[in-house]
């Protein structure tokens, strides 16, 4: 089975920072585009952050430039996100994606940031 499984959310201060991994299994996707999109209550999902193979391309949303760090692990077949200075309006579910076609997509991990 195709799968992609996050981990590393928890439940942070204002301030404070955490790790998301997300690690696939069943495929390679290694030579995919992977990244991360959370959602919170009431709102769309929003992207956060993606990268190319390699560690290639980075790109970030406004909103967490400065702030968070995308990079690849697992010779590529992982994702991580690196969330540092982590604020209340960061608080959501994130969910980690390979850029396949169709696009896959893992469970989710929840970030809850407490001010």
């Known amino acids: 089975q195709v799968q992609l499984v996050e981990s590393g959310g928890g439940l942070v201060q204002a301030g404070g920072s955490l790790r998301l991994s997300c690690a696939a299994s069943?495929?390679?996707?290694?030579?995919?585009?992977m990244g991360w999109y959370r959602e919170s209550p009431g709102k769309e999902r929003e992207f956060v952050a993606a990268i190319s193979h390699g560690g290639g391309s980075p790109n970030y949303a406004d909103s967490v430039t400065g702030r968070f760090t995308i990079s690849r692990g697992n010779a590529d077949n992982a994702v991580d996100l690196q969330l540092n200075s982590l604020k209340p309006e960061d608080t959501a579910m994130y969910f980690c994606?390979?850029?396949?076609?169709?696009?896959?997509w893992g469970q989710g991990t929840q970030v809850t940031v407490s001010s």
């Open positions: 069943g495929r390679a996707f290694r030579n995919y585009r």
């Open positions: 994606y390979a850029e396949a076609a169709p696009r896959v």
